[in-house]
Nanobody, 126 residues
Framework: QVQLVESGGGLVQAGASLRLSCAAS????????MGWFRQAPGKEREFVAA????????RYSDSVKGRFTISRDNAKITVYLQMNSLKPEDTAVYYC???????????????????WGQGTQVTVSS
């Protein structure tokens, strides 16, 4: 069983940066693909970014590509999401997720992920 705890959310102005962290416990962190998803009020949860178990492959949604960077530190069993040039449309609850990375490529699909954190709120004002 893997427990995930997100942190780093907050209220910022458009154009600012935030770095989200997701600390994991339990399980074998280095065997899991890690992903970030978000859900805005009244909208479905959507994929944001993913990273393979070894950190060699990353994937991003088109809406954040070039602004967000996902990374992981397997020694610290933590995954990060660096968010730059934030926009009001980035406002959402951000969730960290972990799932078995069978092929070492990372995944964009939510059903692949078995474990989810409680989420951290990011609010971007205009």
């Amino acid at each position: 069983q893997v427990q995930l705890v997100e942190s780093g959310g907050g209220l910022v102005q458009a154009g600012a940066s935030l770095r989200l962290s997701c600390a994991a416990s339990g399980g074998t962190f280095s065997s899991y693909a890690m992903g970030w998803f978000r859900q805005a009020p009244g909208k479905e949860r959507e994929f944001v970014a993913a990273i393979s178990r070894g950190g060699h492959y990353t994937r991003y949604s088109d809406s954040v590509k070039g602004r967000f960077t996902i990374s992981r530190d397997n020694a610290k069993i933590t995954v990060y999401l660096q968010m730059n040039s934030l926009k009001p449309e980035d406002t959402a609850v951000y969730y960290c997720a972990a799932g078995p990375d069978k092929y070492g490529m990372g995944y964009t699909q939510a059903p692949v992920y078995d474990y989810w954190g409680q989420g951290t709120q990011v609010t971007v004002s205009s």
